[in-house]
């Protein structure tokens, strides 16, 4: 006869405020930021000169260049004339 499973209880993760965690920014080079974001070290570049990306003399900060990716990515989306509206939703 087989044993019946232990029941595991799992606590409930605590609400947290969005964006409440402060930490250092890390600072990385073209290469580990490109490695990152999926990307080559050229478009990473190409970014910068565009002044979506912004590099100090520290480098990138991690944090801020994923925030700005994301951002360039969904106004890009929103300019799309391939971009199809909702159909029946408010």
């Known amino acids: 006869m087989a044993k019946p499973a232990k029941e595991v209880m799992l606590d409930p993760l605590p609400r947290r405020p969005w964006r ?43 944090d801020d260049s994923r925030r700005r990716y994301i951002r360039h990515l969904r106004e890009e989306y929103r300019k799309s004339p391939r971009r199809c509206p909702r159909q029946g939703q408010n």
Do not use: C, F, K
Not at 33 to 47: E, F, K, P, S
């Open 20 to 62: 409440t965690v402060e930490r250092e920014p890390e600072w990385v080079s073209s290469g580990v930021l490109a490695v990152h974001l999926d990307m080559t070290r050229q478009n990473v570049a190409r970014l910068t000169a565009d002044g979506i990306l912004e590099r100090t003399s520290a480098g990138y900060n991690l």
